[in-house]
């Protein structure tokens, strides 16, 4: 049957997945899972962070696409180390291609480990990848619609960063129900509010990233 075949596969995932986290761990490396929609700003917020971060915190990222190595280049002109993953498909990343990408990561020389996920509000929230915790990016241009239409992304995500706020006032989007809607599906969901572009909200996060530490957790 179908459905056994894809609960072998996630049970699968999850073994490698632990596997992904011990390794990190007894690195020191504490990994964030960054998840959007494609085009919500996750490679953007991910160059301002490492700016502001670079000079304090040790950072490496793995970047997935289904295709193109664009994001990783941004990156990779950031001096930090950079690998890229295509899935040539697939919808998302598993514990299987991100244990390949460890291999070529100098996790040695690094204390905080992004994953930037496919662009996709569906299938990165269901596969675990050996994170220490899952972010997700929601623009403000997506609509306060996105939390009760995929609530399995704000159920497993700690973190909600809403970017693009500086578009704020072209929208009709009712900040407050975007709030509401995704502390409704996840009580414990920590909320920030950045614009890239501006950079106003950047340091609350930057702040937060930059005091974590393994074993720390992300609360």
Not at 59 to 82: K, M
Not at 114 to 139: Q, R, Y
Not at 189 to 210: A, H, K, N, P, Q
Request: proline residues 4%; aromatic residues 4%.
């Amino acid at each position: 049957m179908k459905l056994r075949i894809v609960k072998r596969l996630l049970e699968a995932n999850e073994r490698i997945a632990e596997e992904n986290r011990r390794l990190l761990r007894e690195n020191g490396v504490f990994t964030i899972n960054l998840m959007s929609a494609p085009g919500a700003g996750k490679t953007s917020l991910l160059v301002r962070t490492i700016e502001a971060l670079m000079d304090k915190v040790s950072i490496g990222v793995i970047e997935g696409d289904i295709t193109g190595t664009d994001d990783a280049e941004r990156i990779d002109a950031l001096g930090v180390p950079v690998v890229q993953l295509n899935t040539e498909g697939a919808c998302h990343l598993d514990a299987g291609m991100i244990r390949e990408a460890l291999e070529d990561i100098p996790l040695g020389g690094i204390e905080l480990l992004f994953i930037e996920n496919v662009g996709n509000l569906v299938c990165p929230a269901e596969f675990n990848v050996g994170e220490d915790v899952k972010a997700m990016v929601l623009s403000v241009t997506e609509g306060d619609d996105k939390p009760l239409k995929y609530p399995l992304m704000f159920k497993e995500s700690g973190v909600l960063v809403i970017n693009k706020t500086d578009l704020l006032p072209h929208t009709d989007v009712d900040m407050d129900k975007i709030r509401r809607s995704a502390l409704s599906i996840n009580p414990g969901l920590r909320i920030f509010e950045v614009s890239c572009r501006t950079g106003t909200g950047l340091t609350e996060w930057t702040d937060y990233l930059g005091a974590l530490s393994v074993g720390t957790g992300m609360y």
